[in-house]
């Protein structure tokens, strides 16, 4: 089961993910990315600390993203991942891709 919240902070989009991304839900949150770079969002960060799963179908829909990104000039930043999560990025290496950061307060401030 996955739960997204969005809230807004210091100009960022803020997706709070909780539970698990599999490939059963991923279209949820490809949808709520979708739809921020829809409204013309420019920063967007992945609030990682209450998801405790994530499948190849979900690092698929945050990799489909990042020509977007790049193309938009979208900052896109993760944090405060489980370090059991963070494992799966760094595996496939996309915390050379995607910037990921320890706590909120790291990815503002960078």
């Known amino acids: 089961m996955l739960n997204i919240k969005g809230l807004e902070e210091n100009g960022y989009h803020i997706l709070a993910l909780e539970g698990e991304v599999d490939a059963s ?3 949820i949150l490809d949808e709520a990315i979708q739809g ?11 609030d990682g600390r209450e998801l405790a799963y994530i499948s190849s179908a979900g690092l698929g829909v945050f990799m489909s993203y990042l020509e977007d990104f790049q193309e938009k ?3 896109f930043k993760i944090y405060g991942l489980t370090e059991k999560v963070y494992e799966v990025f760094k595996i496939l290496g996309l915390h050379q891709l995607i910037e990921i950061f320890p706590d909120k307060q790291t990815a503002f401030s960078s």
Do not use: F, H, M, P
């Open 25 to 27: 839900n991923s279209v």
């Open 36 to 46: 921020l770079i829809s409204e013309g969002s420019l920063a967007i960060l992945i």
């Open 73 to 75: 000039n979208i900052a």
